[in-house]
């Protein structure tokens, strides 16, 4: 971008938070400051940007995310609004009747526990809905998965585990019918994985957290995602594929080398358990709309130790998904197990992290923070089936609903949180998640909206280890990663109601956020990484000499 002013709005930043001026020269930023001190600054060398009021803010960071699912679900039949199984198979029949005969109908996001009747279409609904197409429609968890007859017999679902007998998949009949559902080429799959970066910078992100796992996607669907270039979000590559010794821990850093991947972590999707609206999440208690069932854990303490204890030995981030507090259970016995046979300093140096931890007591927390384990939140969860009738209310009852996803808890604790989307789970839309964490169901888990800010920023960058400690910031020498956003009122906004949410007073010197208490979220004008534009809308402000 060369030496570029922009100037006439407000700046985002802990170093001036009164600025309204930055000036960005090539990849970095050169001052931040006043209207008056960028008039003196402004030559014939720099563009100018009149920012007409708008904000600069640091780029987000989604800390979850998987891209090329991600991709899919934009194209995807559209189930998050259905509210019945006869919107679902007229939402199939009108998408199958704009495909040619052999196309699969692929969909995402219905949710039958907010249904006033929970019943799910069956297979040979759908059979019949789609004109004879196979057909694969995932929850919004992505945990388990509707499918057509065509689909279950082609693939012989009926004699896997996770069939139900109607058309409903989890565990290996799910993950087979996924699988049939997402044969890409090489070109299909770069054009999608496209479009999802595309659609993250057009939010205001500027890096994303790939979960990529053997059973999510191909490592040659993570070297697919990391030789895309420079003009869209940078990807932070994870892989979650469980290992058991150092030996085998190099062995996959090594095969993941060659495919041009110089990977962050061995973390991110080895799953625990699964998720409480497919109620396999693991819980010490039975769900209470389902008394015989507890979930089920996937890994073993044994094998969660190996797991941290080899990836701690080449100071490498490990880290599982884990949602019950069944699961949570394993992985702070693991943790504490991986410390007997490594030591506590190299547990850690590690960096490790557990994905979602939504169940969480105080004796986990305190064991998270003594290993200096750090949690992948996703605030939208809470605003999609928190409270006192949401899915988490259906599925274990008020009480544990209540104390899911504790954000205040793990910053009081000390625990390092950074947030994300689990997109597709939920949509990439970073202020929506700020606004979730600033208005949780549960007063006692809510947290400022600088705080969510910062989860979205900072600390995105620190997670994945970030070598510079400026990245998240704008300031004089920090890396020129930021948005503008076109924003209605700015404002501080904290979690606590008996405090004035509104200042004036200079002394506070604290930088403005955009008013989140309305229904209107800020709008993307400009994302820019590294210097780099990778969004512009087209209304954005013309740039002058």
């Known amino acids: 971008m060369s030496l570029t002013m922009y100037r006439n709005g407000s700046v985002y930043s802990a170093a001036d938070p009164f600025a309204t001026a930055m000036l960005v020269d090539g990849d970095v930023v050169a001052w931040v400051g006043s209207e008056h001190a960028a008039t003196s600054l402004l030559d014939s060398r720099m563009r100018e940007v009149d920012l007409r009021g708008a904000l600069v803010a640091p780029g987000f960071v989604d800390s979850h ?17 259905a509210a019945s199984a006869t919107e679902v198979l007229d939402l199939v029949a009108a998408a199958a009747s704009a495909l040619p005969a052999a196309s699969f109908v692929l969909g995402h996001g219905w949710d039958n526990a907010l249904w006033a009747d929970a019943r799910l279409p069956s297979a040979d609904e759908l059979e019949r809905a789609s004109g004879g197409r196979e057909v694969y429609l995932a929850r919004v968890d992505v945990h388990s998965g509707l499918v057509s007859a065509s689909l279950a017999q082609q693939h012989g679902l009926a004699s896997l585990p996770g069939w139900d007998g109607a058309g409903l998949v989890s565990g290996k009949a799910h993950t087979t019918a996924r699988d049939a559902a997402r044969t890409l080429s090489p070109e299909r799959r770069a054009q999608l994985q496209t479009s999802a970066l595309s659609h993250a910078a057009a939010n205001g992100y500027v890096a994303l957290a790939e979960m990529s796992a053997p059973h999510v996607g191909s490592g040659d669907d993570l070297a ?125 140096a590690a960096g490790h992290r557990l994905e979602h931890a939504e169940m969480v007591d105080d004796a986990a927390l305190a064991a998270l923070a003594h290993h200096a384990v750090g949690v992948s939140v996703q605030p939208a969860f809470d605003a999609a089936w928190g409270g006192t009738d949401g899915m988490y209310a259906q599925r274990l009852g008020v009480e544990r ?55 979205h920023t900072r600390a995105g960058w620190r997670a994945a280890k970030s070598e510079n400690p400026f990245h998240g910031q704008l300031g004089a020498g920090a890396p020129a990663s930021f948005a503008v956003w076109d924003v209605e009122q700015l404002m501080v906004q904290v979690a606590d109601e008996r405090v004035q949410s509104w200042s004036t007073d200079p002394r506070a010197r604290t930088p403005l956020l955009p008013a989140l208490d309305g229904d209107n979220d800020p709008r993307c004008l400009q994302t820019v990484h590294l210097g780099q534009e990778l969004y512009a809308s087209e209304d954005f402000f013309e740039v002058t000499s």
């Open 65 to 81: 995310v998987h891209i090329t699912e991600t991709g899919l679900a934009l194209e995807s039949v559209d189930l998050s609004q």
């Open 224 to 348: 697919s995602l990391m030789s895309l270039g420079a003009t869209l979000p940078e990807v932070l590559p994870y892989w979650g594929q469980l290992v058991s010794s150092v030996d085998e821990a190099r062995q996959v850093v090594a095969y993941l080398a060659d495919l041009g991947v110089d990977v962050l972590g061995l973390a991110g999707d080895i799953n625990i358990d699964g998720s409480i609206g497919s109620r396999s999440a693991l819980l010490r208690q039975p769900y209470a709309d389902a008394p015989d069932s507890y979930g089920q854990a996937q890994l073993t303490v044994d094998q969660v130790a190996r797991h941290f204890a080899a990836t701690s030995e080449l100071g490498l981030t490990g880290g599982f998904h884990v949602i019950g507090d069944g699961g949570m259970d394993i992985a702070i016995a693991g943790l504490e197990l991986a410390t007997t046979m490594v030591g506590i300093d190299k547990i850690r």
């Open 401 to 455: 609903a209540l104390q899911l996803n504790p954000l205040a808890r793990f910053y009081g604790a000390g625990i390092p949180a950074f947030f994300g989307s689990d997109a597709p789970v939920t949509p990439l839309n970073p202020w929506a998640s700020v606004r979730a964490a600033l208005n949780h169901h549960e007063a006692s888990s809510r947290v400022s909206a600088r705080a969510a800010f910062i989860g």
